[in-house]
């Protein structure tokens, strides 16, 4: 880390995404705080085109600032998008002092927007995580939470009027589903009933016995009458035999 002289009214410190400058001494609007500075690069040079850092500070179409030397402690600065200060860009001079666009604390962060593009291209995408944006991000989850409350609530009054409404109907419904299923009880004792008629009927019938199963068709309680009837000539015969 580079060392600041203690006249300068900054140092070098953590902030939210690493390291950042802030103010040691109160800073009055206006005041040019420190110069952003490094080797020029001209775009018009292949080799320095090819160079490429997130401390490049384009001046214009044709100069940029290779901010990235470590003598440079503006690079320090962070972006904020409601930032306490500003960069001063003169571009005949090829120049650019960072300036107090507000009076700044001592202990407060120093930030300057860095511009759109460098946004688009750095911040967006991880999502910038300056004070401002960290608290709209906050104002929006908040806003969130309390939607989803509303929501949640809703549905629940919903669900509550609904049970209310349904209550008298579901009762006659459940009445017709308990005359329903005595109805269907009845039949079905019906049914049994009519089948230990035939269980009855069957059980009376002596040649019927022999299966053991009652519930069988006609057809086959037939068979065993039918069978039997050549037994009983034959016991017959064997009994006028004996
Ligand atoms: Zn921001």
């Not at 911040?123 to 989850?141: T, V």
């Not at 086959?220 to 009994?239: G, H, N, Y």
Request: a positive charge; charged letters at 35%; aromatic letters at 6%.
């Amino acid at each position: 880390m580079p060392s600041i002289p203690s006249s300068k009214p900054y140092r070098i410190g953590r902030s939210k995404t690493g390291l950042g400058l802030f103010a040691t001494q109160k800073i009055k609007k206006g005041t040019k705080i420190i110069r952003y500075f490094g080797p020029m690069l001209d775009s018009k040079n292949k080799k320095h085109d090819d160079i490429d850092n997130k401390y490049l500070f384009e001046i214009n179409n044709r100069w940029t600032i290779d901010g990235s030397v470590r003598k440079n402690i503006a690079r320090y600065i962070n972006h904020a998008c409601r930032p306490n200060a500003e960069s001063d860009v003169n571009s005949r001079k090829r120049k650019v002092v960072i300036r107090a666009i507000k009076t700044i604390q001592p202990g407060e962060e120093i930030n300057y927007d860095y511009g759109t593009d460098y946004f688009k291209i750095f911040l967006k995408p991880i999502g910038c995580k300056c004070d401002h944006c960290e608290k709209k991000r906050a104002k929006k989850r908040a806003e969130a939470r309390a939607e989803k409350l509303r929501l949640k609530l809703k549905a629940d009054k919903k669900a509550a009027k609904q049970a209310e409404k349904q209550a008298p109907k579901s009762g006659k419904k459940a009445s017709k589903a308990v005359v329903k299923a005595s109805k269907s009880k009845v039949s079905k004792s019906k049914a049994a009933s009519k089948r230990k008629a035939g269980l009855g009927s069957a059980k009376a019938s002596p040649h019927a016995r022999g299966t053991g199963k009652p519930t069988k068709t006609k057809a086959s309680r037939t068979r065993p009458l039918s069978r039997a009837q050549p037994k009983s000539p034959d016991l017959a015969t064997r009994a006028s035999s004996t």
